[in-house]
């Protein structure tokens, strides 16, 4: 049975950092494509960032220079860093995992008071 979950999600203010980390199991992460994609209330599901099974990593727009995707295929685990938080990035976070099958998180909340 696939199982991602997310963590480090929560409060913190404009200006600040987090650090989101899906754990996945029941598939290797090295060989997927994995996303973070974000939902805020009455908005569709967004792509943040992308990374893929030969490391090629690729960013919306929104948050180039302040995001970062990583990946630690030994822990089977993928990262996103975040900085310079605003309150527009305030969403559910999402891990995803896409290969032949595609897989979600349960999501993590993001809140950046202003």
């Known amino acids: 049975q696939v199982r991602l979950v997310e963590s480090g999600g929560g409060l913190v203010q404009a200006g600040g950092s987090l650090r989101l980390s899906c754990k996945a199991s029941g598939i290797i992460l090295s060989i997927n494509t994995m996303a973070w994609y974000r939902q805020a209330p009455g908005k569709e599901r967004e792509l943040v960032a992308r990374?893929?099974?030969?490391?090629?990593?690729n960013y919306a727009d929104s948050v180039k220079g302040r995001f970062t995707i990583s990946r630690d295929s030994a822990k089977n685990t993928v990262a996103l860093e975040m900085n310079s938080l605003k309150p527009e990035d305030t969403s559910v976070y999402y891990c995803?995992?896409?290969?032949?099958?595609?897989?979600w998180g349960q999501g993590t909340q993001v809140t950046v008071s202003s």
């Open positions: 990374i893929t099974p030969a490391g090629t990593s």
């Open positions: 995803n995992a896409r290969r032949a099958s595609t897989f």
